[in-house]
Nanobody, 114 residues
Framework: QVQLVESGGGLVQPGGSLRLSCEASGIVFDRALMNWYRQAPGNERELVASITKDNSTKYGDSVKGRVTVSRDNAKMTVYLQMNALKLEDTAVYYC????????WGRGTQVTVSS
């Protein structure tokens, strides 16, 4: 059974930092392309970052230069380090893996507010 469990969200002031984690189970993690998406109210879900099994990374235009995705295969965990957070980064952040279908975690809320 595939499970993706996000953690690390919270309330942070503009300019602050957060590190999100996604622990996976039920997949061959060290071969998996892992993704972070986010969805703000009224908006479509958008890709934030991806990391391949070889640690190649890709970032959404809105977060480039402020976000770093990484993985720890031994812990079956993918991380999203977010710095210089902006009000518009407020969203639910989801971990995603595409197997025979799309698998999503339940999400973790990130709220950037002063």
């Amino acid at each position: 059974q595939v499970q993706l469990v996000e953690s690390g969200g919270g309330l942070v002031q503009p300019g602050g930092s957060l590190r999100l984690s996604c622990e996976a189970s039920g997949i061959v993690f060290d071969r998996a392309l892992m993704n972070w998406y986010r969805q703000a109210p009224g908006n479509e879900r958008e890709l934030v970052a991806s990391i391949t099994k070889d640690n190649s990374t890709k970032y959404g235009d809105s977060v480039k230069g402020r976000v770093t995705v990484s993985r720890d295969n031994a812990k079956m965990t993918v991380y999203l380090q977010m710095n210089a957070l902006k009000l518009e980064d407020t969203a639910v952040y989801y971990c995603h893996w595409k197997g025979v279908r799309d698998y999503w975690g339940r999400g973790t809320q990130v709220t950037v507010s002063s």
